[in-house]
Nanobody, 115 residues
Framework: QVRLVESGGGLAQPGGSLNPSCTAS????????MGWYRQPPGKERELVVL???????NYADSVKGRFTISRDNIKSTVYMQMGNLRPDDTAVYYC?????????WGQGTRVTVSS
């Protein structure tokens, strides 16, 4: 089973950027749908972006035009470029891997957007 480790969260000012990444081990991520989810304080976890193995990508409306996902299947790593950050982007961000009916989560990386 694939194991996921996120890194690259932190503190950013409004309008700033962060570039978290998610590194997988234990399996080849090529056939996996790889996604980023987030859980804001006091709220439920929500989808941010999903990268399908065939190449299509789905973004939440709230991050369209500001966040970009990319994946390097050879390096087993998924990247997310977060730009023009807003205070409501503050959340714990989780990487998720899905293959058919089997999914797994990383431990999360915290992103705080504040001046």
């Amino acid at each position: 089973q694939v194991r996921l480790v996120e890194s690259g969260g932190g503190l950013a000012q409004p309008g700033g950027s962060l570039n978290p990444s998610c590194t997988a081990s234990g399996d080849d991520i090529t056939p996996y749908a790889m996604g980023w989810y987030r859980q804001p304080p006091g709220k439920e976890r929500e989808l941010v972006v999903l990268s399908w193995p065939a190449g299509s990508i789905n973004y939440a409306d709230s991050v369209k035009g500001r966040f970009t996902i990319s994946r390097d299947n050879i390096k087993s790593t998924v990247y997310m470029q977060m730009g023009n950050l807003r205070p409501d982007d503050t959340a714990v961000y989780y990487c998720h891997a899905l293959l058919v009916h089997n999914g797994c989560w990383g431990q999360g990386t915290r992103v705080t957007v504040s001046s």
